[in-house]
T-cell receptor, first 110, second 111 residues
Framework: SQELEQSPQSLIVQEGKNLTINCTSSKTLYGLYWYKQKYGEGLIFLMMLQKGGEEKSHEKITAKLDEKKQQSSLHITASQPSHAGIYLCGADETGNQFYFGTGTSLTVIP | DTGVSQDPRHKITKRGQNVTFRCDPISEHNRLYWYRQTLGQGPEFLTYFQNEAQLEKSRLLSDRFSAERPKGSFSTLEIQRTEQGDSAMYLC?????????FGPGTRLLVL
């Protein structure tokens, strides 16, 4: 089955700093998704990457999928307290089952 | 609000009782998913529907768990004879294509 490892597990940064979260798969990814979760709430879709080398940006968040399609990174520029939460990468293996990483908890100190 | 909704948002029950959760997907989304999430972990896939057909079930879905989507719209997840280990957040998601949109979740506490 698909395994997704995220690093780091948790991150504490000063407001205004840049940060990167990584997601590594044990298998080739056919679709990689990034979600954000506020504590105790549902997941909010951020971005989906499908092609090797693909890069997408939304506001101050950029996600990339490497050429081999086994690793993705999420980069936040000039972090703000509103960026705080848990970031989850997810991927589907068969189109029917979906797997998530264990998440990266981000705290942004004002 | 046209997002995914779940009801109830919170449920406290005693061990051995049955509970049922409801999920209303985004209209026109033919795919519906159920996940379970425990503290500090990512969501774990439980089951998937395409319209009213249940196409995938995780081995996590023991015989105490049953999910239905009778008319291809809303779905219910029932847990019979609840155990303390069932305490978790139960998340529902729906999609039209690849991207899943999640509801706020139902937090279950089994005492």
């Amino acid at each position: 089955s698909q395994e997704l490892e995220q690093s780091p597990q948790s991150l504490i940064v000063q407001e205004g700093k840049n940060l990167t979260i990584n997601c590594t798969s044990s298998k080739t990814l056919y679709g990689l998704y990034w979600y954000k979760q506020k504590y105790g709430e549902g997941l909010i879709f951020l971005m989906m990457l499908q092609k090797g080398g693909e890069e997408k940006s939304h506001e101050k968040i950029t996600a990339k999928l490497d050429e081999k399609k086994q690793q993705s990174s999420l980069h936040i520029t000039a972090s703000q307290p509103s960026h705080a939460g848990i970031y989850l990468c997810g991927a589907d293996e068969t189109g029917n089952q979906f797997y998530f990483g264990t998440g990266t908890s981000l705290t942004v100190i004002p | 609000d046209t997002g995914v909704s779940q009801d109830p948002r919170h449920k406290i029950t005693k061990r051995g009782q049955n509970v049922t959760f409801r999920c209303d997907p985004i209209s026109e989304h033919n795919r519906l998913y159920w996940y379970r999430q425990t503290l500090g972990q990512g969501p774990e896939f439980l089951t998937y529907f395409q319209n009213e057909a249940q196409l995938e079930k995780s081995r996590l879905l023991s015989d105490r768990f049953s999910a239905e989507r009778p008319k291809g719209s809303f779905s219910t997840l029932e847990i019979q004879r609840t155990e303390q280990g069932d305490s978790a957040m139960y998340l529902c998601a729906s999609s039209k294509r690849e991207t899943q949109y999640f509801g706020p979740g139902t937090r279950l506490l089994v005492l």
